[in-house]
């Protein structure tokens, strides 16, 4: 389950219909077909996110340079005017360069854990560190979500100097043993700290960065953040739609990499360890937690502990049966076009690796030796964070659809009926894109030729049809 916003780009490309799945599959063929001119059209397509950001604080600079050349020459009216119109672009710059500073990032949603707290999590992290090389991580975040990832925040709203924190999913814990997940970190910082100097890990670090900015210029409703805000809500996705293939491809080349430190079917095993875990959870864990939390409609009812649950599932995850069937799924399913994680297959192929074997059973979680003696109550803290975040996003989610299912059948009766008019063609286009991903012109042509219908007499109807 990945962090998501409101409208993020996965948003997008999740609609088959939207433009920016048609980018996304049309860069996924020039990558292909063309992996170099792919990969300097995507450097290009970076750039202008910096510039963006860094043209009022070098207009300051250049403002501030003009400004002390000229003062000593002024003589002339024709000189006042010019120094005073480059004080106005001055003061301009300037407060709009304090203004991009003071962007005030969010932190991520979780469980911030001190190294007294989890030592031996810590101890962990600075192991694969050592060998990796060093990564600058500040803090350890532990989220109710599938993931292992480092988010990067901006100091001082400026893509320059960025405070880096481990993000690490408390189910991933859960599911994986510790040196699997001793595996997939080494992986991850292979990926950062090895990356400095490949292009397409700049990519695969931008196209975050551009979100994040998108999501907290979305916050910002004062009119001078206008031009800002519509940018990024435009660049953002689309950079994210096109820079996709360059994103799975620093992926690769950090499972290539990480080969240096791992034997190649040890991490295979990982690989299919965290595909087993994330087809376990998203198919047959979460959906029954979905289902029976939609069920309980009644004030007093207890929600599920997902949580607590996950520490004693055995069944599933313990059954060469099940994983066989999982890694199966796994290994037949294609990339995702929406995901910058490649599939199954091509990861293993590119490790060199053509057979799936079985996988060895999990005896002791990551969660179990790490965490140590405040597992227990992490588990219950992480419970309550899901129960706050995520439950009322599912909620919020389910009744929104709910509705939006009554008011599409509503408004499909009621042009049976009589005539609609613009706003409720435009409500009705508007909602079957959101529910089905259908066209706006597929829906309005639809209601249009419904309109006619209503319009045109029957007696003329039957004399054109005669």
Known sequence: MDAGVAMSYKDFLRVQGSW???????????????????????????????????????????????????????????????????????????????????????????????????????????????????????DIVITDRYELRIEEIPRFGYPLLMRKTLVVGMPLLQTLSEEQFRNMLMHLFVQYAGGRFRPVHWIYRCRLWWCSYQTVLEKRRRFWFLPLRWFFSIYAPLFAALTAPSARMDVLSADGAVLEWLNDRDYFDTLKSNSIAEIFLENYFWRGIYSSVMKQTGPGKAYPRPFEKLEH????????????????????????????????????????????????????????????????????????????????????????????????????????????????????????????????????????KRNVDKLWPDSLRRHHVS
């Open 313 to 448: 599932v055995d069944g599933y995850l313990k059954s060469k049966e099940f994983r066989g069937k999982c890694l199966e799924a796994a290994h037949c399913a294609e990339t995702d076009i929406t995901s910058v994680i490649p599939s199954l297959q091509i990861r293993m192929e590119n490790i060199g690796q053509l057979k799936l074997r079985e996988t060895p059973l999990v005896e002791r979680t990551a969660a179990a030796a790490c965490l140590g003696e405040t597992r227990k109550n992490m588990v219950s803290l992480i419970d309550k964070l899901w129960s706050s975040t995520t439950l009322v996003q599912w909620r919020a989610e389910y009744e929104k659809r709910r509705t939006n299912i009554r008011a599409v059948k509503k408004l499909s009766q009621k042009s049976r009926r009589r005539v609609l008019n613009l706003e409720e063609m435009w409500r009705y286009a508007y909602i079957a894109h959101q529910l089905r991903g259908d066209p706006w012109h597929q829906s309005l042509w639809k209601l249009f």
């Open 20 to 138: 920016a799945y048609k980018a996304s599959l049309w860069a996924k063929v020039l990558a292909g077909r063309y992996p170099r001119f792919y990969l300097l059209s995507a450097l290009i397509l970076m750039l202008p996110g910096f510039c963006i950001l860094l043209l009022f604080p070098s207009l300051v600079v250049t403002g501030a340079g003009v400004l002390v050349e000229e003062l000593p020459k002024v003589k002339t009216m024709e000189h006042w005017l010019a120094v005073e119109i480059w004080f106005a672009i001055l003061l301009f710059c300037l407060f709009f360069s304090q203004q991009i500073a003071q962007l005030n990032f969010p932190r991520v949603a979780g469980l911030k854990l001190s190294r007294e707290l989890v030592p031996d999590l810590y101890s962990v992290v600075g192991s694969v560190q050592q060998l990796t090389g060093q990564l600058a991580i500040r």
